[in-house]
């Protein structure tokens, strides 16, 4: 079964205590084009330890499920997330202050659970998580600066 971890950072023009609530499902709507998302569990309507959200993004095939593992606002933020039958991505996001900015240190790891899960991870490229992340890069410093979404 594969396993694969990319890691990335970036720093962005606000605060800890900014950037932090973005790291929503509810409030990623603001700042990333095409977001969609179920929210299944939530107390408090928006990110918390135990939020339970669904995703369907084509790259994954099948709906992705989301738990908030680990909510340490503003520094630490941590997901589980599953495709059944296919593979398993724990999501880790710090952030750090720098100055007047917040570095974002990203860790993903991949999981596969078996043949299409295998498939699946042979298929994720270096250069699509690069494209990926800088997107996030992107669209996040574009909403800090203007408060409004960037276009895809």
């Known amino acids: ?81 599953f495709v059944p039958e296919s593979h398993v991505m724990r999501l880790r996001i710090s952030l750090a202050p720098q100055g007047a900015d917040t570095r974002l240190h990203w860790t993903r790891r991949w999981l596969s659970v078996g043949a299409k899960g295998d498939a699946w991870i042979a298929s994720f490229s270096e250069a699509d998580y690069r494209q990926i992340m800088a997107n996030l890069q992107r669209f996040l410093t574009h909403y800090l600066t203007t408060n409004a979404m960037a276009t895809a």
């Open 1 to 81: 079964m594969e396993t694969i971890e990319r890691t990335d950072h970036f720093d962005v023009p606000a605060t800890p205590d900014r950037v932090f609530p973005l790291l929503c499902p509810v409030r990623e709507y603001d700042w990333i084009p095409g977001w969609e998302c179920d929210v299944l569990r939530s107390v408090s309507g928006v990110a918390e330890e135990d939020c339970i959200f669904r995703t369907r993004f084509p790259r994954d095939g099948d709906p992705m499920t989301w738990v908030v593992s680990r909510y340490e606002p503003p520094s630490r933020i941590e997901f589980t997330c």
